[in-house]
């Protein structure tokens, strides 16, 4: 099987961990860089400017946020606590997408307060928004569309009629109908149908279904379309061999679809944005971590200081995640279950996996944690969450998050000799 390659060396990952303790994530900044710009370069034809609005769910760090900025990107939110991440860094306004769904009043006050645009997931929501912002809808307004059951039939979008998202084709017309009489100015269309996808096809047919309802509400509502928003979904290739979605093809499909649909309708210039999350950080973070004990019984077992708590992917859904063990790349190999420390059995991060041997105390990195990662980490079984590391090649390194400490975990616990001071 073909390996995944390393940014860094071992001695590098090693002077590291001589500062920061293992578990940690550590993020290549320059690669989210240059991913970043060759996203926006397949775009840049886009009439308005493309933008993508980075699902900050992925990789919640400011530090991140703010580098992503720089490029260009804006923030897609869906509470509270990733308004106040966008906002911290800089983003204001239509650099803030909020995508709801089952959202508190509070919530949208704070993104109409911080002027993001809004993304409505259910026709029942405009009402809701409305009250919630004491009788006044925002200029713009943006819905999301679930294409249920298709009538054309599209192997590739699955069963979107089993999603809880969006609005039916029908309540898109009529929602629109309602913004427009309520006096809304300016108008999105959005999908977000896949994940984790890495058919570059599927994105120029998801373009091309939203962009021909654009034309039709266009026409039928009267209204005037602002941007159409393509959602996420870009996967990424977790495993060797597979290949990451051509961006330059998509971006070009994309163009001749616009082109022919909206161009072909006479329409205004419709601006074209998504909001990526897994293939913005994705490829770039991973989860350092030390072998701490291996074992024979049934099977072969390597256990690590890393849990299910920093990386819940595998064990959750039994996602495959790349393991290397820098500096035993061409040393013998063996089958293991790599495993955490939970009282889970679903706490491995590998089942029957061939990996280099490696040596109690040996490095091992567990690939492509920048996205989910550290963000769906959790401190069951008092597991502290770990440090976040920002890497700007050679010895250059940034902790962006320090590793919590049992204070940290005790904080909001009222009983003697837990909490600060321990
Ligand atoms: C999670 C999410 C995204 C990002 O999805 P990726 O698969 O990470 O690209 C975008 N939009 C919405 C509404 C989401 O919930």
Redesign the pocket.
Known sequence: MTDKSLPFTRDQLEAIASRVPTPFHIYDAAAMVRNARAFYDAFSWVPGGFVNFF?V??LPNPHVLELLRREGLGG?C?SLAELRLCSAVGMKGADICF?SNDTPAAEYRAAADLGALINLDDISHIAFLEQSLGGKLPDVLCFRYNPGPLKEGNVIIGKPEEAKYGFTRDQLFEGYRIARDKGVKRFGLHA?VA??ELNPDYFVETAQMLLELVVEISARVGIRFEFVNL????GIPYRPGQTAVDLPYVGRRIREVYDRVVGGAGLAPVRIVM?????ITGPYGYLVTRVLHKKAIYKNYVGLDASMANLMRPGMYGSYHHISVPGREGGARKVYDVTGSLCENNDKFAIDREIPDPAIGDLMVIHDTG?HGHAMGFNYNGKLRSAEVLWQGGSDFRVIRRAETLADHFATLDYPGLGAGT
Do not use: V
Not at 231 to 234: D, E, R, S
Not at 275 to 279: L, N, T, W
């Open positions: 699902a769910k992925a897609d869906s995508t977000m994940s984790n959602g996420g979904g870009i909001e990526c999350g897994r293939m996205a």
